[in-house]
């Protein structure tokens, strides 16, 4: 080990470090770490490379490894996750946002603009750090019609969505504590064009088999039940009291689980049931629509 650290020698240390203990972006890690030391951005490292790091530097940077070589998400360690090209706070209360949960926040859009063009309602039910119900409200944002209620059954969690909405100073949206629909009751004050979920999906029996930094997050976000579609069922099931003739409902699924979840809605009387894949061709989104009157 060298007796004075630079960026570039520091990087050079962390990333094998990391990656032997489990990291599958171990240089990306290391440098987002140490950008957020430093309070630069992370390819500015690069214009720095030979700078000495002072020991206050090296002793917060050194937390942050152990840290994360303990599994804890570099979304935590950071305290933010961009999602959407926005920049969203997240803690240990909530999921951390998954880019591939981008393609059901593109399929709400679509539908949006398509059949509700003028405005609807619109819900996310276990809306986390609130990432995809806001960012459909700020893609609308100046669109006159459109409603937003966030929905989730941890406090704490909906504590995080509210900061995030003012960070990104969006007014629009509500939120509400609540198990699902528990806390709704159908009327005209509370119907949707559309609902969007991404609920848990993981098999119970495959709980104890994920990554380590997997384990650090909401184990309510997280487990499905034991086949892993037992919310699919329930929020198929009741969304229908909620949504307006023609109005639909857009979920994430876990792999191969797009096929059960379509019949889990045809079984409930959704119309026009469809799916949309990911960049790894996993059908990941699946969506289904009411029938207009």
């Known amino acids: ?20 203990y489990g990291s599958t972006s171990p240089r990306l890690d290391a440098e987002l770490l140490l950008a957020k030391v430093l309070a630069c951005q ?21 937390k942050l490894i152990l840290e994360r070589r303990q599994g804890v998400p570099v979304a935590y360690l950071l305290g933010e996750k961009e999602f959407w090209s926005l920049t969203f706070k997240v803690t240990p209360a909530v999921l951390v946002p998954r880019p591939e949960t981008e393609h059901l926040v593109e399929a709400a859009i679509s539908f949006l603009e398509e059949k509700f063009s003028t405005g609807c309602g619109v819900l996310d039910l276990g809306t986390g750090c609130g990432n995809i119900i806001l960012s459909l409200a700020h893609h609308f944002s100046g669109e006159a019609g459109f409603s937003w209620l966030g929905i989730d059954s941890w406090p704490a969690a909906l504590a995080v969505a509210a900061e995030n909405a003012c960070q990104l100073e969006i007014e629009a949206v509500s939120w509400l504590t609540s198990d699902l629909f528990a806390a709704l009751e159908p009327s005209k004050n509370f119907s949707f064009g559309l609902v969007v979920a991404n609920p848990p999906y993981i098999v119970s029996a495959e709980m104890a088999s994920l990554p380590p930094e997997v384990h650090c997050e909401p184990v309510a976000a997280l487990d499905g039940g034991p086949d892993g579609l037992e919310f699919y069922r329930r929020i198929a099931a009741t969304a229908r009291d909620f949504l307006v003739p023609g109005g639909g409902l857009i979920f994430e699924v876990g792999d191969e689980q797009a096929e059960e979840v379509k019949k889990i809605l045809a079984s409930n009387g959704y119309s026009a049931i469809s799916g949309l894949f990911d960049l790894a061709r996993c059908e990941r989104v699946v969506m289904g629509r009411m029938k207009d009157e």
Not at 1 to 20: D, F, H, I, Q, R
Not at 42 to 62: G, H, M, N, Q
């Open 1 to 20: 080990m060298t007796s004075t650290w630079t960026v570039l020698s520091l990087l050079n240390w962390a990333a094998p470090y990391l990656e032997k």
């Open 42 to 62: 992370r390819l500015e490292l690069y214009l720095r490379f030979d700078k000495p790091l002072a020991a206050a530097e090296l002793a917060s940077f050194k």
